[in-house]
């Protein structure tokens, strides 16, 4: 009596687990056997220049799909498909008899073309389905290349802002689903459809008419020139906005496979690293004014057309020299030896402090991949001809 009673009670705990603890779980695990669902691509989020110029869309492709168990005669079909997509035997035969409930046909039945696509529908083969897949699509093809970036087979972005804001971009998965039968055979009135949901888009602070300026110029430069690279950017510098940005070489998002990783890479004016000469010597001549140290319409510096600095000696861009000068007039000139003067009389630590705080060295932080920090001296490895040289340029990246 006491055993038909444990026993009573122990099928009552299991019914109670199976019906309310473990009802979730083997419930998906139930489903799973007899749903289907064939996935639909979301769009990816469109990106535009500042004024609503398309610079990366989209268009509609399609791609095989297969349910192995629906297909009844798996040597027929895969002769058919293998002829179509001019893809060896072997290698279809794999596709359609993989014991999977839906084979996506990769890679060679992505992204078809219309033609292929319409002689596999005329086949009404059982188990051969046609879904939508989305293909990114660059309307100015090379314009912008490497800040848009690109895509992969799969819509992931891989490079720029592509990569950048690829969970915005990105959408969500849509798909056809029905139920099936314990053969995978689909059965009638049970198919369902759930919408894709797009990216989000974009609009950059890029504008399209500055940046085909800027392209053409570098392509001219590039055709009188043949320069190993060449770079430009256009910003308001009042706001720090990019308005237009590229280099040379560039390349086709749409064929990156064509192009090394090099040339898909490397976006020049956020990865290379160069001297700015005497553009910088804003700095310097910003750090004397603000800690006092000249006044730049009463002191004066005589140039010679070069001035020593232990071992070196470092000329002015003039030969012979500008001779009296204000500082204003060195400023002015951009004479280099009165610029090694007005760096000795800041020292390397007051220079190198502005240096930083204007932010040398350091990441900007723009939403692009691969930027560089620049390089600095070290402090304590700046001697006299180091503060010379940084004073007007060089030795700075």
């Known amino acids: 009596m006491l055993l038909i ?19 979730s779980k083997l419930n998906n695990l139930a489903a799973s056997l007899w749903n289907r669902n064939l996935p639909i691509e979301a769009d990816r989020g469109k990106i535009y220049d500042t004024n609503g110029v398309v610079l990366a869309s989209n268009k509609t492709t399609v791609s095989l799909v297969l349910v192995p168990n629906q297909i009844k005669n798996k040597k027929e079909t895969t002769e058919k498909l293998s002829k179509i997509l001019n893809v060896p035997y072997n290698e279809m035969y794999k596709h359609v008899s993989k014991r ?3 084979e996506r046909v990769h890679p060679e039945g992505r992204r078809l073309s219309y033609e292929i696509a319409d002689k596999i529908e005329a086949l009404k083969l059982d188990g051969v389905y046609l879904v939508k897949e989305s293909q990114r699509y660059y309307p100015y093809d090379t314009l912008l290349s490497h800040t848009l970036g690109f895509v992969g087979i799969d819509n992931q972005g891989l490079s720029g802002l592509e990569l950048t804001y690829d969970k915005y971009l990105t959408g969500e998965y849509g798909a056809i689903k029905y139920t099936s ?10 198919e369902k459809y759930e919408e894709p949901q797009d990216g989000i888009n974009m609009t950059l602070t890029v504008n399209y008419e500055l940046q085909a300026s800027l392209e053409r110029e570098l392509d001219n430069a590039v055709s009188k020139y043949k320069p190993d690279q060449a770079l430009g950017i256009i910003m308001n510098p009042k706001t720090g906005e990019i308005l237009a940005m590229s280099s040379r070489p560039n390349f086709s998002p749409s064929n990156y496979k064509n192009y090394s990783i090099e040339q898909i890479n490397r976006n020049l004016p956020v990865w290379m690293t160069y001297e700015p000469g005497s553009t910088f010597k804003i700095i ?14 009463k002191d004066t510096y005589y140039d010679s057309g070069s001035i020593r600095v232990e071992n070196a000696r470092i000329k002015c861009w003039k030969h012979g020299g500008h001779g009296a000068q204000t500082y204003l007039q060195v400023v002015e000139n951009s004479c280099n030896p009165g610029f ?20 040398f060295g350091k990441k900007t932080g723009i939403d692009l991949n691969g930027e560089s920090t620049g390089i600095l001296f070290n402090l304590d490895k700046v001697g006299p001809v180091e503060l010379a040289t940084t004073s007007f340029g060089q030795g700075i990246l």
């Open 5 to 23: 009673v444990l026993l009573f009670f122990l099928i009552i705990f299991k019914v109670f687990y199976i019906q309310v603890i473990s009802y």
């Open 100 to 102: 999977t409930s839906i």
């Open 181 to 190: 039968d314990a053969k995978g055979n689909k059965l009638e009135l049970t």
């Open 284 to 297: 310097t001549l910003t750090t004397a004014l603000e800690e006092k140290l000249i006044d730049v319409n």
């Open 340 to 359: 090694v003067t007005m760096g000795q009389k800041i020292g390397k630590e007051k220079l190198f402090k502005y240096i930083n705080k204007f932010g």
